[in-house]
Each structure stands twice: as C-alpha cells, then as structure tokens.
C-alpha cells in the first residue's frame, strides 16, 4: 500500500508537471480574483518573485537621494525625487516577465521615460549605450542606445500608483517593457552613456544581453508588447 | 529482541527496554532532518518575498537549496544497506483492514485496535514522505537542468514543486507536532530503545512480538 501511494504521487507528480502551466495559470486567476493580497505573501499565486543580489534592501534617504546621468553627455545631471517629479510623466500599464518563468499581468507603472532623461541631458555623438548603475553597490545593467530611447522604457518611481516599494527597487529602478526581469535594474542610481555595451551583472553570468521577451534566453514565453 | 531481561523481583526499579530503531535507522532520521530543515529554511527565503529580502543573497541561498537538495536521496540509498532498515520500511508498506478501522476509530489511542510497530498514520506519514521527496527531486531536478526543458515544463514543474513542498511542510510539521507530544517516541528516536510499557501501549502486537510472546505482525 505504501509504495502504491508513493507510484501515485509519482503519477499526480507528473499530471501536475504536464498541466502544470495551465493549472498554475488558473491559480494565479482565481487569487486576482478573490485574495489578490495573497499573492505578495505568496508568489507561487501570481505575484512578483523578490530576487537581491546583495544581502536584504538597500536603504536610501528620500531627501539625499540623486539619479547620477553622465558620461557622453552634454550636461551631467543629478536628479532628485522633486526633479524626477517635475519631467513629464508617463504611465505604462504591462506585464512583468522573468526569466524563469514567472509572469505578473498589468501592473501599472508611472514615471518618467528614459529618452525624456536622456533627452535632458542631451547624448553626445559617439553615445551609442546605456549602463545602469544600482546602489546595492553590485547590480549593473546594460541597453543600446536604441534600445534606451524606445517608448517603452521607462524610469520608475511609481508601481500600482503608490511609490515604489523597497523591495521592488525603492525609490527608482528601471522598467524595460520589451524584455525580461533582469533588464529592469531596481535601486537606480546611476545612468552612463557610453560607446559600447557593457554587459550587466546577470549577463556576465551568461544571460542574454538582447533579453527581449520570447526571443531569447531559449525560451518562448509570450512577447510583453 | 529485548535489549535487556531483568529478574522479576527487579522488574519494578528496572523496567524492561525494547529496541526499536538500529544505529543506522536512527543516522538516517537525523541526517534527513537536518537536510530537510536546511531546505525548509532556504525555501522559506526564496519562496516568501518579505523572508528573503531580509537576507538577501539569493544566489547563495538558491546554491545551498540546490545543494542539499541534490543530497537528500544519499541518506536513503544508504540506509537501504541497513537489513533494520530495510526490515522496517517493509512494516512501513504493509497496510493491513486494522489499519483503516484504526484510522476511522475514534479510540485509536486505547488500544482496542492492535498496533505493531508502526501505527497507521506512520504509515502514511511515511509513504507520503517519500513520494515527496521524489517528486521534489525530480521536479527540482528539471527546475536546476532547466534551460534542457520547454518553458511548459519548466513552468509545469515549478508550479508542482512549490505546491508539493507546501504542503509536505506542513506534513512535517504535522510530524514534528506529534513527537512534541510523546517524550517516550522522541527517546526511542534519540537512543533506540523504548520502555515496554510505553511499547505496550502505543504498539501492543510489536511489543508481544518483541517479548515473543507473538509471531512478527507487520
């Protein structure tokens, strides 16, 4: 009898793997539906996976907080909050999805667009990408200059209209509709234009530095458009 | 086998012990659940948003899972060199019709239906554990290989892993509880023997059986 429910759990084990994405799909709905707070306590319900490279959330004061632009830059910036505040502000209401695999649908985010910072501090010639700096002191990210300027790249300072939480990357951090997690580096501080791509932290370890959603990685997930 | 006979005139200062688990049972028990606490707590960082960003590290923390993970099943195939061992988990896999009037009774501690060695509920216990283990490994298995495996899988596993080792976490604790509860079965895990009267009690036919005064049961 033991080992018939050791077979079965087997048998359940592998019905769960193959239907696996439909199932946990149909969890994820029935949670929005009816607990969405449950998917912050649990992700395996729909909600974001929380992944540091560093040791817990790195602290920031609201008041001394600055968003360093430099580099092939006409003018270096540091922006503060009030400064980030006073661009003109953009909403963006899409999916988030990571490279393992997890989705979080239309989460809606606000902030200011890349290419409105970019444009602010005006790119020299010869600035052909863009490396992301965050201050947990580790965490580095890379996009082309195309890439940057593209409509859907957006520097973050709201998320499901309150303020960025900490772990999410308070109280800015990137998010790059187009391609996986990774790309959208939380705990912004630090934005360099420079001539060639520097490849940043998950794609020194061997991630895709084009992370676009269902084209890379060798995975097929629907694209985020 | 009893471990140590005693006069009768003695019987009252030295109560008679069992032996209930071997050397080997007893290092396959601890090593398993040292293990599996070092997965629980890494799960729990990995798992629960607020828990992890506490320590952060998840590389480290996902490397140590994986890890110990993958060194889950040693303790088990070694055990399996253990004829104790082996002796029990055939106990363990025999279910026999008292054990599911055992389960069903309302009176199951009174002992008007007899136990051996292993009441039902260990049973269970003990083949959901292991059917746990192994799906936990394979599916974490396919989560670690994962860029081998279609996104389908790799989602389907996932999605398996993370409901599974919920709820084994709650079998276990389930398990820790009811050891909680019994100093005595806590001693006979700890050092191998059992006082015959706690034998006789929660598992009367092991006893009779132990003391020869029955032919081995289940």
């Known amino acids: 009898m033991g080992r018939r429910i050791v077979l079965g759990m087997l048998g359940l084990g592998a ?11 149909g969890v994820t709905e029935v949670v929005a539906s009816t607990a969405p707070g449950l998917a912050n306590v649990l992700p395996a319900t729909g909600g974001f996976r929380i992944y540091t490279v560093t040791s817990g959330y790195p602290e920031y004061d609201p ?3 600055r968003l360093a632009v430099n580099g092939l830059v006409r003018d270096e910036l540091s922006l503060s909050l009030a400064d980030l505040a006073a661009l003109p502000q953009t909403g963006i209401t899409k999916d988030f999805q990571c490279v393992t695999g997890w989705r979080v649908a239309n989460v809606p985010w606000s902030g200011v667009l890349l290419r409105d910072v970019l444009t602010a501090a005006g790119v020299e010639p010869g600035g052909a990408a863009l490396h992301f700096t965050s201050f947990d002191g580790v965490y580095t990210e890379s996009l082309t200059m195309e890439q940057g300027m593209a409509p859907d790249v957006l520097v973050a300072t709201s998320m499901f209209g309150a303020p960025i939480q900490e772990k999410h990357g308070a109280p800015v951090r990137l998010y790059v509709v187009p391609m996986y997690g990774y790309k959208s580096l939380k705990w912004l ?21 084009d992370a676009y959603v269902g084209t890379s990685n060798g995975r097929s997930d629907d694209p985020v458009v | 086998m009893v471990a140590a006979m005693t006069l009768s005139s003695d019987a009252a200062v030295a109560p008679v012990q069992l032996q209930r688990f071997g050397t080997a049972e007893r290092w396959v028990h601890r090593t398993i659940g040292i293990l599996l606490l070092i997965l629980i707590i890494t799960a729990a960082l990995l798992f629960i948003p607020d828990l992890g960003g506490l320590v952060g590290n998840r590389q480290t923390v996902r490397r140590i899972h994986e890890i110990v993970g993958f ?43 007899p136990v051996g060695k292993f009441n039902a509920g260990q049973k269970l216990n003990a083949a959901f554990s292991l059917g746990a283990i192994l799906v936990l490994l394979a599916t974490g298995t396919v989560m670690f290989f994962s860029s081998y495996f279609p996104d389908a899988l790799r989602t389907g596993a996932t999605f398996v892993h993370d409901w599974l080792s919920i709820a084994f976490i709650i079998v276990v604790v389930g398990h820790i509880y009811m050891a ?39």
């Open chain 1, 15 to 25: 019905v769960g793997v193959a239907a696996g994405r439909w199932l946990s799909d």
């Open chain 1, 63 to 65: 008041a001394t907080y």
């Open chain 1, 189 to 209: 501080s630090g934005i360099e234009v420079v001539r060639d791509v520097i490849p940043g932290y998950w794609e020194q370890l061997g991630y895709d530095v």
């Open chain 2, 71 to 113: 060194a889950l099943p040693i303790p088990l195939l070694l055990a399996l060199l253990s004829r104790a061992f082996r002796d029990d988990a055939d106990r363990l896999n025999r279910f026999r019709p008292t054990d599911w009037q055992w389960l069903r009774s309302r009176d199951r501690r009174s002992g008007r239906i």
């Open chain 2, 180 to 218: 909680f509860n019994d100093a005595t079965a806590r001693l006979g895990m700890r050092s191998g023997s059992v006082p015959e009267s706690w034998a006789r009690r929660e598992h009367g036919e092991w006893a009779a059986e132990e003391l020869g005064t029955a032919a081995p049961n289940d």
